[in-house]
């Protein structure tokens, strides 16, 4: 069973910076595409962004790639999402999921990652 669990959220103000952290217990063909979503409360759930660990290629909407950015580092099994000039909307539980390949496109699929992590809380404040 493959196993997801981010790190790295906290509260930060509005324009700050924050890296979430999401280590994967390991890389199979159905968890070679990492990917974040967040959800804000009474709102629905939103693809930020994905990796294919493979080959290192990133997919998400254009929109959101202006204040975030995904990297991984192979070695140690983490995805990272690199959040700048965070805005007060930007306050959400983040997930890191895994998925096969074919969940890696624009607009990501929620339903086709197997697998979720806890989610970390992201607060913004002015």
């Known amino acids: 069973q493959v196993q997801v669990m981010e790190s790295g959220g906290g509260s930060v103000q509005t324009g700050g910076s924050l890296r979430l952290s999401c280590v994967i217990s390991?890389?199979?063909?159905?968890?070679?595409?990492i990917a974040w979503f967040r959800q804000a409360p009474g709102k629905e759930r939103e693809g930020i962004t994905a990796?294919?660990?493979?080959?290192?290629?990133?997919y998400g909407e254009d929109s959101m790639k202006q204040h975030f950015t995904i990297s991984q580092d192979k070695s140690k099994n983490t995805v990272y999402l690199q959040m700048n000039n965070l805005k007060l909307e930007d306050t959400a539980m983040y997930y890191c999921v895994a998925g096969p390949w074919s969940a890696c496109r624009a607009p990501l699929p929620a339903t086709e990652f197997f697998y979720w992590g806890q989610g970390t809380q992201v607060s913004v404040s002015s």
């Open positions: 390991e890389y199979t063909y159905k968890s070679n595409c």
């Open positions: 990796i294919y660990t493979t080959a290192s290629t990133t």
